[in-house]
């Protein structure tokens, strides 16, 4: 645990608030420009070091990590509205973060700066639930994550189990209505302090169980970029913000929501990309110059390894599985496996889509977390 800083060191310091893997990811980038990084992140559970031991929930933390360090960044966006408050250089900042939080803000935001966005609505209660209409998906206004704050609602005759389930007389719920896509999107987008933006290539995302399975880059659609800038201008964003949409069955975009911070559907982007999200975040978030997000193969496939079953943090299989050429493999270093969890990733790149998608999955299959 580092308690002070050496003030003859020039090193710039990022302070990120969350140590788990995306922290881990920025701070290899950081480092790479001889940045020094200090997560915060609760007792015995970073996985990077140093960590300052505390809870980012507490303003009392986030006061002193911010006095140890330069900039603060985040690689979550629950951290609660006053301990990021208590942070003078916050990159994204509290703006920005209040209006991504609250998933009602956040829609009503993009739809006011005329982006597509499905047919939503504030619905306090069950009566207004059903004023809205069936078939919808009703999700929790704040801390909805992989899915967990949502639920699809066919009929007014499925509602009280979904009010239930989403325990809709405790937290804030809105009416979503239900988009029947075709095809889940996603986009990287960095921008600077200065307001200067990259865009990275569109990628075609591939969900199991609510949880990001496979990104597939780039997918060739014109039009998202421009709204993901647009996205990300409207809340006035610095940093690098994930971007997922749904490309309706009639050919239409439509905004899911935007992450402010690094992304799961952005990991590709460290062996597949000229200059990664993470290394963008970390430019954009000192004020730096923007590198190029253009691919350096055709193709880039990724695919995410998760807990099988309860067991040790390090899998089987890896041996096997650095056999196979144009694959890099991320093993997170969690200290223990659980069913579900993010352990690590696999990105593989190739001539085409389908083949990096072959050598990924091919990995992927090999490598196995839990006993
Ligand atoms: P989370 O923030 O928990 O990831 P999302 O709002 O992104 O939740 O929703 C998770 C998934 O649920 C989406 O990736 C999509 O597959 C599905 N989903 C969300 N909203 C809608 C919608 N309006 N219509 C259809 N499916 C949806």
Same mark, same amino acid.
């Given at each position: 645990?580092?308690?002070?800083?050496?003030?003859?060191?020039? =090193?710039?310091?990022?302070?990120?608030? #969350?140590?788990?893997?995306?922290? *881990?990811?920025?701070?290899?980038?950081?480092?790479?420009?001889?940045?020094?990084?200090?997560?915060?992140?609760?007792?015995?559970?970073?996985?990077?070091?140093?960590?300052?031991?505390?809870? @980012?929930?507490?303003?009392? @933390?986030?006061?002193?990590?911010?006095?140890?360090?330069?900039?603060?960044?985040?690689?979550?966006?629950?951290?609660?509205?006053?301990?990021?408050?208590?942070?003078?250089?916050?990159?994204?900042?509290?703006?920005?973060?209040?209006?991504?939080?609250?998933?009602? &803000?956040?829609?009503?935001?993009?739809?006011?700066?005329?982006?597509?966005?499905?047919?939503?609505?504030?619905?306090?209660?069950?009566?207004?639930?059903?004023?809205?209409?069936?078939?919808?998906?009703?999700? *929790?206004?704040?801390? #909805?994550?992989?899915?967990?704050?949502?639920?699809?609602?066919?009929?007014?005759?499925?509602?009280? =189990?979904?009010?239930?389930?989403?325990? #809709?007389?405790?937290?804030? &719920?809105?009416?979503?209505?239900?988009?029947?896509?075709?095809?889940?999107?996603?986009?990287?987008?960095?921008?600077?302090?200065?307001?200067?933006?990259?865009?990275?290539?569109?990628?075609?995302?591939?969900?199991?169980?609510?949880?990001?399975?496979?990104? *597939?880059?780039?997918?060739?659609?014109?039009?998202?970029?421009?709204?993901?800038?647009?996205?990300?201008?409207?809340?006035?964003?610095?940093?690098?913000?994930?971007?997922?949409?749904?490309?309706?069955?009639?050919?239409?975009?439509?905004?899911?929501?935007?992450?402010?911070?690094?992304?799961?559907?952005?990991?590709?982007?460290?062996?597949?990309?000229?200059?990664?999200?993470?290394?963008?975040?970390?430019?954009?978030?000192?004020?730096?110059?923007?590198?190029?997000?253009?691919?350096?193969?055709?193709?880039?496939?990724?695919?995410?390894?998760?807990?099988?079953?309860?067991?040790?943090?390090?899998?089987?299989?890896?041996?096997?599985?650095? *056999?196979?050429?144009?694959?890099?493999?991320?093993?997170?270093?969690?200290?223990?496996?659980?069913?579900?969890?993010?352990?690590?990733?696999?990105?593989?790149?190739?001539?085409?889509?389908?083949?990096?998608?072959?050598?990924?999955?091919?990995?992927?299959?090999?490598?196995?977390?839990?006993?």
């Amino acid at each position: 645990m580092v308690e002070t800083r050496d003030v003859n060191r020039p =090193a710039p310091t990022l302070g990120i608030l #969350g140590g788990g893997q995306l922290a *881990k990811m920025t701070a290899a980038a950081a480092r790479q420009l001889g940045c020094d990084v200090l997560v915060l992140e609760q007792p015995g559970r970073s996985l990077v070091a140093p960590a300052l031991e505390g809870d @980012w929930n507490d303003p009392a @933390w986030t006061r002193k990590l911010a006095g140890l360090v330069d900039v603060v960044t985040l690689e979550s966006e629950f951290v609660n509205l006053p301990a990021l408050e208590a942070v003078p250089v916050l990159f994204p900042g509290v703006a920005t973060m209040r209006l991504v939080q609250d998933k009602l &803000l956040q829609k009503q935001t993009f739809a006011g700066a005329g982006l597509p966005v499905p047919r939503f609505a504030d619905t306090p209660t069950p009566d207004a639930v059903r004023a809205f209409g069936f078939p919808c998906v009703l999700k *929790k206004r704040r801390n #909805g994550y992989d899915g967990k704050g949502n639920a699809t609602v066919r009929s007014a005759a499925e509602l009280p =189990a979904a009010w239930a389930k989403l325990e #809709g007389d405790r937290h804030a &719920l809105y009416a979503e209505e239900f988009c029947d896509f075709t095809m889940e999107l996603a986009i990287i987008i960095t921008r600077g302090r200065d307001g200067a933006v990259v865009r990275y290539p569109v990628v075609e995302t591939v969900n199991r169980d609510h949880i990001c399975h496979i990104v *597939k880059a780039p997918h060739d659609d014109p039009r998202v970029a421009d709204i993901a800038q647009r996205a990300v201008e409207a809340i006035d964003g610095v940093g690098s913000f994930g971007m997922e949409l749904f490309l309706g069955r009639d050919g239409a975009l439509m905004v899911n929501e935007i992450a402010p911070r690094v992304h799961n559907t952005g990991h590709y982007t460290i062996e597949a990309c000229i200059c990664s999200q993470f290394e963008n975040h970390v430019r954009a978030v000192f004020g730096w110059p923007l590198g190029s997000p253009a691919m350096r193969a055709p193709a880039a496939v990724m695919v995410n390894l998760l807990g099988a079953a309860d067991g040790p943090g390090m899998p089987q299989g890896l041996t096997e599985a650095l *056999k196979i050429p144009n694959v890099h493999i991320h093993v997170y270093g969690k200290s223990r496996s659980v069913r579900g969890r993010k352990m690590g990733h696999v990105t593989a790149l190739g001539a085409s889509v389908a083949e990096a998608a072959a050598a990924a999955q091919r990995a992927a299959g090999l490598i196995r977390f839990g006993a």
